[in-house]
């Protein structure tokens, strides 16, 4: 209900550069799939809203302090998350993917990291995921606040892999990041926004509103389409 909120604009966080969810195009404007679905939504719903790109985990923590009404960065709806944020409808499927650089012939399986430095971004479930296989495979993490810089250190070889969520590796890939995957992608949670437990409940109802209006009206789609190849 806009109504209720006539004059509020709502402080909405997301990730500095989580192409293709969240980047700056050569203007400087924050572009990508959860900006489109986020103005998309807004527009359908009525509400006004600021876009703050902290970096996800510094968005996380801005939720947690109540600093921000709502998080949308690629953000996974785990069951630990739950416990915490409320978030909305899922609006996208994801994984977790390791990825080595282009040249690198030696790794082909988890194994191969014995003794090993890999790369993770902090608070993320690429994170979570290889911190549950670090001894069993025997490498240490080492942990970056963006991913850019996560793949910087695996191209310099300061890392010899690191760990990112499956569409944002893919597409990083085809636009030339130097990275490549070599093996499955584990299964991971799907993509929601979120707001803080109990909090923003009219902002989580009307972005749940505005998703399903425009699944059904065929925004939701065309957005996907401007920045995922159609298989
Ligand atoms: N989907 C991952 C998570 O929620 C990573 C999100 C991100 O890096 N922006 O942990």
Do not use: H, W
């Not at 949308?72 to 993917?97: C, H, L, N, P």
């Not at 760990?163 to 130097?178: A, H, K, L, R, S």
Request: aromatic fraction near 12%; hydrophobic fraction near 40%; charge should be negative.
């Amino acid at each position: 209900d806009a109504g209720a909120n006539a004059g509020k604009v709502f402080n909405i966080a997301t990730d500095t550069t989580f192409a293709p969810f969240e980047f700056q195009n050569d203007k400087g404007e924050y572009v990508g799939i959860d900006i489109e679905i986020l103005a998309a939504i807004a527009e359908d719903q009525g509400f006004e809203y600021k876009l703050n790109p902290l970096g996800f985990s510094a968005a996380v923590a801005a939720l947690e302090s109540n600093q921000t009404d709502g998080v949308i960065a690629g953000m996974s709806i785990t069951e630990e998350r739950q416990q915490k944020y409320d978030f909305s409808e899922a609006y996208y499927d994801s994984g977790v993917v390791m990825a080595i650089k282009a040249d690198n012939d030696t790794i082909k399986s988890y194994g191969d990291l014995k003794g090993q430095q890999v790369a993770v971004k902090t608070g993320t479930e690429g994170a979570t995921f290889a911190e549950s296989i670090k001894d069993q495979y025997g490498f240490t993490v080492v942990y970056f606040d963006e991913s850019p810089l996560m793949y910087e250190t695996v191209k310099t070889g300061n890392a010899v892999a690191c760990f990112e969520d499956y569409p944002v590796m893919g597409y990083g890939i085809t636009q030339g990041n130097g990275l490549k995957m070599v093996t499955d992608m584990e299964k991971g949670s799907s993509y929601g926004f979120a707001v803080l437990k109990g909090k923003n409940t009219d902002l989580l109802d009307m972005f749940n509103a505005g998703l399903k209006n425009i699944r059904e009206n065929g925004t939701y789609q065309a957005i996907l389409d401007k920045y995922i190849a159609a298989e």
